[in-house]
């Protein structure tokens, strides 16, 4: 099951490993021949294209903003030894990528494996050993909770599956491995977001030159400028031409940091003043399109082509959101933007103030049409320990102390490299998974609705869980006649068709369609 801990164990680190897993064999040509095809009576295949062409409408379409030609080029990448700060801060903070990604929630981590930045004038030999003791402090500490946490998880998923002496062997075996998961999926809150990850990631050629130019911007510039130095260069070594043609170099100035930087340490008072205003809540409902419901209705009129009198808007909202006479609400395929009347949902817009912690907060990220304005750390610390405690623990006194004492221990570290000159930068890889981040997040009805689908599932992670619970019930408040049709999976296709339950073998146990939102979510 899982290991004990390791006293005076050494942190593994290694540079960054990066793959070009799959590529278009000729990008640029690719580029400019999409651009001649728009002036083209017929269909321009890169072969055609010649260096004149490559010269003038390279330039021409790149300097102008006519971006959308070096679009079509799609690089996937194999990233390894990268870390899960990076992942966050810059990786996947915009919307125009793929990935998956090793999940913390399910794969055991065994070994201490995390970026470790180069030795230099303000890291030397002395910073170096002490962030690697904290790391290897909180690598054991992922271990001891581990094996804390797993008999908790067992006891409250054998009452949900109502585990007995005469249960089959096979049914036992299942409440180990989910407890056994449920318990590293509380113990990773204390591994240090320096932590290392692993990824299949896919961007488009535009993307990645729009990486190359803002690598310095976030809170893991040297580790971004390597990383996506690495992937310009393999890009280079098909095809010169995509990136040599066009001279794009990293920006030097960073806006944010210019204006910010001399508030360094100030993130209490921000971190209190948002708190106070959350009152509370997860998720707090900061503004919302008061007219939804008329303008949607308005919206699926014009689709459809009817007048008021023939679709009022109970009727429009009704067709729209109930799944018993809209079957794209059932649909396993997100369709929403394909559905010509679901793209009324498009016009009811709704901001959220939100905090999770830094590892749920970096699946929350992976939304990509919820946009968040996440905030940098740099300019956002903390001197107290600023932490999300997760359920489980506060049922175990023992595990919870030893929580809490990670969590300090963690602060110590990050403080007393940043007290001995230690650049924010690589002091912040210190910091753990269970660091509190504030945001503000926005979203149409339609991408919140599929959000809102998967994520009140008793399947989903616990604090994206509670803040779309929250969501919903702030819905409800002001425009309940659109909340009625919006929870899991299971409630919506309840008395319609099956399987109830879309989860299969991960069926959480709990019959929830039976008394939604009220089913208390116990683990």
Known sequence: MFEPSRPGELVETAAPRITLRNAFAHPYDSAIAAARTCYASRLIVPEEITDKQRLNI????????????????????????????????????????????????YVRLDRAQAYIPDTSLFFNDTHR?????????????????????????RAILSDIWHIGPMSHAKRLQKIERAAEKRAIEIA???????AFTTMVHTISGIVLHRLWRM??????PSESRTIIGEM??????????????LGTEPLAERPEWKEDAPNTHA?????????AKLAGKTSKLLDYSPNAPRVMAEAYRAVVGLTESQCADSEAIDRLLNPARNPYRLEILNVGVHAPMMRALQHANYTFAKKISHTADSQDQRHRMVPGSRPLLTLADTREPDYITPALLTQNPHAKELYDRAMHDAWTAKNELLDRGVPLEIALYLLPNAKSIRLVESGSLLHLLHKWTMRTCFNAQEEIYSASMDEVAQ???????????????CHLRANITTPICTEGSHFCGVKVWLDFPNTPRRI
């Open 58 to 105: 390279g330039a021409a379409t790149f300097y102008s903003g006519h971006h959308t030609v070096y679009q079509h080029a799609h690089f996937e990448f194999g990233l390894e030894n990268v870390s899960r700060q990076f992942v966050w801060s810059f990786l996947h903070a915009h919307p125009f990528y793929n990935s998956e990604q090793q999940s913390q929630r």
């Open 129 to 153: 050993a002490s962030y690697e003791q904290a790391i290897a402090r909180a690598w054991n500490t992922y271990r001891e909770l581990s094996l804390l946490l797993v008999n908790d998880a």
């Open 188 to 194: 990773r809150y204390v591994l240090p977001v320096a």
């Open 215 to 220: 690598s310095a911007a976030s809170d893991t």
């Open 232 to 245: 310009v260069a393999q890009v280079r070594a098909i095809d010169p031409q995509f990136f040599e043609r």
């Open 267 to 275: 993130g209490e008072d921000f971190a209190h003043q948002f708190d």
């Open 475 to 489: 819905l409800r408040e002001v425009h309940p006649q659109l909340a009625r049709h919006i929870g899991p999976p």
